[in-house]
């Protein structure tokens, strides 16, 4: 079965963490880059973190640098958010995505998406 699912979202005081997981079955996970990506209500949906197939290079949204940290065990067909310093402004529903890389997909784009976790940050 194919699927792409998050998980560890929650309510969390301004100032604290949570880490988000995503788990990945039937694809071959390790030859698509890792995505976050998070929408607020009446927002547009906005890219929040990046890696590629190896784990390396990563690239964040300028508003989450040096507070959000991306990984992924391909082993283990997983990929985390660690999330630091939270803030309001970070509430928002957090969506995973497995977009194939180019190098084994030339021919096309292929990606997956998850159902979302609500992230809630909030005194």
């Known amino acids: 079965q194919v699927y792409l699912v998050e998980s560890g979202g929650g309510l969390v005081q301004p100032g604290g963490s949570l880490r988000l997981s995503c788990t990945a079955s039937?694809?071959?996970?390790?030859?698509?880059?890792v995505n976050w990506y998070r929408q607020a209500p009446g927002k547009e949906r906005e890219l929040v973190a990046t890696m590629t197939t190896t784990g390396g290079p990563t690239n964040y949204g300028d508003s989450v640098k040096g507070r959000f940290t991306i990984s992924r065990d391909n082993a283990k067909n997983t990929a985390s958010l660690q999330m630091n310093s939270l803030k309001p402004e970070d509430t928002a529903m957090y969506f995973c995505?497995?977009?194939?890389?180019?190098?084994?997909?030339?021919?096309?784009?292929?990606?997956?998406w998850g159902p979302g976790t609500q992230v809630t940050v909030s005194s």
């Open positions: 995505n497995a977009r194939g890389a180019s190098g084994f997909f030339p021919l096309g784009t292929y990606e997956y």
């Open positions: 039937g694809f071959i996970f390790s030859r698509y880059a």
